[in-house]
């Protein structure tokens, strides 16, 4: 078995980043491209992906009233583990290309660093629901969350439960994912999430294709 965590010739790359950083275009714009290479891509995300998974996002992003930290951390976590057993695992096992819009990094970021549940302890659970597995490849859009907030503003003109938080959760949110990718070089590709759309889909395509030329 694979560092991770799993068997079979797929991949599996992860889109990270605060709210607005354009996670969901380059996840398109990579799609395309994998798919115009003859690849087979399962694109999906977090929370949701599976029927269950989109009952939970309705949950946790727009909830009306308080939900309690832990509460969040393990809605998550359970969306996790379905997601992964039904959809991740499965595609990755007929050797497709998984792009996914956050993961167990966005868990520690956002509950374990910015709700103060502790990374570790939010990591732990996170893995024990994922059985283990970790990506190939997590590509870091760096966004200040100011700059984010506005994106979503003009994009959506309204802001779900976590995207309404402070500016100050959303700096400790950004600098959780900087540390992360700081302390794992290999695993993440971090960028400027400011660069024009293009060029950003430039530099994950050279990434993606080193990614999957180490799998040949």
Do not use: N
């Not at 951390?73 to 039904?86: K, Q």
């Not at 003109?157 to 070089?185: I, K, Q």
């Amino acid at each position: 078995m694979s560092a991770s965590g799993r068997t079979g010739r797929g991949r599996f790359i992860t889109l990270e980043g605060g709210d607005g950083a354009g996670k969901s275009t380059q996840a398109a714009l990579l799609e395309d491209w994998l798919t115009e290479g003859g690849r087979t891509v399962v694109r999906t995300r977090e929370p949701g992906g599976t029927a269950l998974g989109e009952r939970i996002r309705e949950m946790v992003l727009h909830e009306r009233g308080h939900v309690a930290p832990r509460a969040e951390a393990l809605l998550y976590a359970a969306d996790r583990a379905h997601h992964v057993e039904t959809v991740v695992r499965p595609a990755l096992a007929r050797g497709d290309v998984v792009v996914q819009d956050r993961y167990i990094d966005s868990s520690v970021a956002y509950q374990g660093v910015a709700r103060s549940l502790g990374a570790d302890r939010v990591r732990a659970v996170s893995d024990w629901a994922a059985d283990g597995l970790t990506p190939d490849l997590t590509v870091l859009l760096d966004l200040d969350p100011v700059v984010g907030r506005r994106r979503v503003a003009a994009a959506r003109g309204t802001l779900d439960r976590l995207e309404s938080e402070a500016t100050a959760f959303h700096t400790a949110v950004r600098d959780a994912f900087l540390a992360m990718a700081r302390a794992e070089p290999d695993r993440f590709l971090v960028l400027d999430a400011t660069r024009p759309v293009e060029e950003l889909a430039g530099a994950v395509r050279a990434r993606v294709a080193q990614v999957l030329g180490a799998a040949a």
